[in-house]
């Protein structure tokens, strides 16, 4: 037991010595957007206020909540740091969610504002940045809360469980935790969009709606269509989302407005669908599947059988 005690100490300090050293460098780091950034441009007026609280969000609060935490971290304390820290947490998820909008308003603010485009180089150029952007530095709070989920659960792990700081890091982690889901969450849903826009963008024309509230992308790829009545396979581009199949084929490589887009020829709602491998189970070339619907059967063929057995899996959770 003393043995045990005397490991989980050692890995305890060790966490605790690293836990502090990469804090006093992420608070370097978000000095350096405070000082030379924040503070300037609010003495001079550069950018209107409120343009300055999008682009920068709870900066300066999480700043103070890490110097805090950096300042009973230096004296030992953690559990009170602990305590005090977890009251801001929430800040880290505010911060996320404004993330994209204060990213679209910096780039706004660099085209069309002359002298904060001016403004900008110059800091940037300073030693103290080493050829890093202000767009590098943005997200360093959330790339912050990724590792204070590491730092706190390795300190959890080397406390004795009887001991009260052990229920304060415990309380910790499980914050942490909660808040790196609702951060993770919300950057989901904005790729989620950009998927969605994105295959929108490629379908020709408006008639297929694939924007809608709810939907998720899961995959896309090319697949073999095998007729029923013993015609030539035909290669379609499909898209699965949680809720529909897309079949779609390229547009005429002539055609003046729709050369690289697609033209959809089908929409299969995955409500009242079953998912088979007709074959494809053993390490054979390629694989076929079969997909029931209440008035169409559609079988997907492909010649390598990895992507058969991935699209099966994608096909089966989905109809789940």
């Not at 100490?9 to 804090?23: D, I, N, V």
């Not at 590491?150 to 080397?158: K, M, V, Y």
Request: net charge positive.
């Amino acid at each position: 037991v003393e043995d045990q005690r005397a490991r989980w100490e050692r890995k305890r300090s060790r966490t605790a010595k690293e836990l502090l050293e990469t804090e006093h460098k992420y608070l370097e780091q978000l000095d350096l957007v405070l000082t030379y950034f924040v503070t300037i441009l609010k003495a001079k007026g550069t950018l209107k206020p409120a343009v300055l609280e999008t682009i920068f969000g709870p900066l300066e609060s999480l700043y103070s909540a890490s110097h805090v935490l950096s300042l009973h971290l230096e004296k030992g304390n953690l559990g009170p740091g602990l305590e005090n820290f977890c009251q801001s947490l929430d800040l880290y998820g505010h911060y996320a969610e404004n993330l994209q909008h204060a990213n679209k308003t910096l780039k706004e603010q660099v085209r069309k504002n002359k002298s904060f485009r001016r403004f900008k180089k110059l800091q940037e150029t300073r030693p103290q940045f080493q050829g890093r952007q202000l767009e590098d530095l943005l997200p360093l709070p959330l790339q912050r809360l990724h590792q204070y989920k590491h730092f706190f659960r390795d300190l959890l792990e080397n406390t004795s469980p009887d001991t009260a700081e052990y229920q304060k890091l415990a309380k910790t982690v499980k914050s942490v935790c909660e808040v790196s889901h609702w951060v993770q969450d919300i950057f989901d849903k904005r790729e989620n969009s950009l998927q969605l826009l994105r295959v929108q963008k490629l379908l020709k024309g408006q008639k297929t709606r694939v924007l809608a509230a709810g939907r998720w992308y899961i995959r896309e790829g090319w697949l073999l269509v095998v007729p029923a009545k013993g015609e030539e396979l035909k290669r379609r581009m499909f898209f699965l989302f949680s809720d529909i199949l897309i079949a779609a084929k390229p547009c005429h490589p002539l055609h003046l407005l729709n050369s690289s887009k697609l033209s959809c020829q089908a929409v299969y709602p995955l409500h009242q669908c079953s998912v088979d491998k007709v074959f494809g189970h053993t390490w054979s070339q390629g694989g076929l599947l079969s997909l029931s619907f209440p008035h169409k059967t559609l079988l997907l063929m492909s010649s390598n059988q990895q992507e058969i057995s991935d699209w099966y899996r994608s096909l089966t959770a989905a109809v789940r």
